[in-house]
């Protein structure tokens, strides 16, 4: 459906800035229908995890996120609410579920099957 390429021209989101000090690989990408989608790696364990966050505005910190390794890919999943920005709303319709994964350098979004409950 869409893929959202890495933008350095972006700034880091500053509610994230704080709690992510010990990250490296602090990826900014192309926002998606008023959505910010950024993604970091950290060292757990003497692993490398990706994760991916989405950000539905500047005043709250990560809305939905998740993390992987090398076997397992980092994705996330966010369902269209009516409480969700304008912008989202106007190109999908509450309760369209959208999964964000990350694809070395990209996200790529997709489209899953309607919620029902979401309404």
């Known amino acids: ?24 690989g602090r990826v900014r990408y192309q ?5 910010t989608v950024v993604s970091l790696r950290t060292d757990v364990g003497g692993s490398s995890i990706a994760c991916i966050y ?18 397992v890919t980092a994705e996330t999943v966010l369902v269209v609410t009516d409480s969700m920005p304008g912008a989202l709303q106007r190109e999908h319709p509450s309760g369209t579920v959208l999964k964000f994964r990350l694809e ?13 409950s979401a309404r």
């Open 54 to 71: 989405l950000l539905l505005d500047e005043t709250q910190g990560a809305y939905a996120g998740g993390c992987g390794s090398s076997a």
């Open 31 to 35: 926002d998606f229908a008023g959505v």
């Open 104 to 116: 070395e350098n990209r996200v790529v979004v997709s489209i899953g099957p309607r919620s029902e």
């Open 1 to 24: 459906m869409a893929t959202l390429q890495a933008d350095s021209d972006l700034a880091w989101p500053t509610q994230l800035s704080s709690g992510f000090a010990q990250s490296f």
